[in-house]
């Protein structure tokens, strides 16, 4: 078990989590990094002849991975100079151009090809079910639930920002270490997560391996939305991950209130706790070392 922390500025969803303990995976379109999950390509453009006949050609590297498995190639100079064949040329060519260099017996290149081909064949066999799932990526964002947790309850910045500026409450959560969708955030500015990519990878890999499609686009997804900007790093954020607009049920063990909430919202929260047996804290200002502070309040 872990204790993790939600920001919250209190409101009605805020007091509706408290009275029945619950996680509101809110919709991803929500996210305050705007590059989450987005996807940015143009599928009536994939969709064209041009666009379809060229996508095992659209990455190199994972093209190259195909051939690599078809001629059982694990030397590093041979991987590389079929990746730098393979930018120059599509699929076919490459062939050509390797069997060549390497002065492949006619017999040998005959079979390579008639496995490349089949491969091609396969790949555009899937078509439908290619689109199917990138307009699947596409509308990502919509579907997907988010719930923000982070390990960290005394943070000055996300106070300001999602605990109303001081007036809120942070939540004390007891999560469960075997949660299926509980990810920890990476952080970094570089996407590796092109959906083109992936799903030319997933095709091969369906092929070769026989692994199940929608087992990998769900990896994929899981892993595109546990990704942010290095500037978000000090919120060190986990986040559970399901369907949007859902609840996920999650035991509550304290609430720490702000040290501007109103009379109002004070003695809601005095009374949600009371109710729910919730320990209760108030934040106070160490001026000392400048951080924050929490002290114990009674429950009578």
Known sequence: MKLLYKYCAINNNTIDMLNHEYIYLCNADKLDDQFEGAINFDLAELKSEEGFNSFQSITAKNTAYTLYKILNIKDEHHKEEIRKILIRNN??????????????????????????????????????????????LLSVREKIGIGSLTPIKDNQVMWTMYGDAYKGVVIEYEIEDSVEYLRRVTYKNVRDFNPI??????????????????????????????????????????????????????????????????????????????????KLYKQVDDYLNTRISYKTLKII
Not at 95 to 114: A, G, M, T, V
Not at 232 to 254: H, L, P, V
């Open 91 to 136: 699929m076919s060519e490459a062939i050509d151009e390797y069997c060549s260099i390497h002065k492949f017996p006619i017999k040998q290149k005959l079979l390579l090809k008639n496995g490349v081909n089949k491969l091609l064949k396969e790949m555009d066999d899937h078509k439908e079910e290619f689109y199917s799932y990138l307009k699947d």
């Open 197 to 278: 990519v992936f799903i030319i990878k997933a095709t091969i890999e369906n092929y070769i391996n026989r692994k199940d499609f929608r087992q990998m686009v769900e990896d994929y997804v899981i892993k595109s939305f546990s990704t942010k900007r290095s500037e978000w790093a000090f919120q060190k954020e986990e986040r559970i991950i399901g369907t949007s607009n859902s609840q996920y049920k999650a035991k509550i063990k304290a609430i720490y209130v702000g040290k501007k909430i109103s009379d109002e919202n004070y003695d809601t929260i005095l009374n949600i706790s009371q109710k729910k047996g919730y």
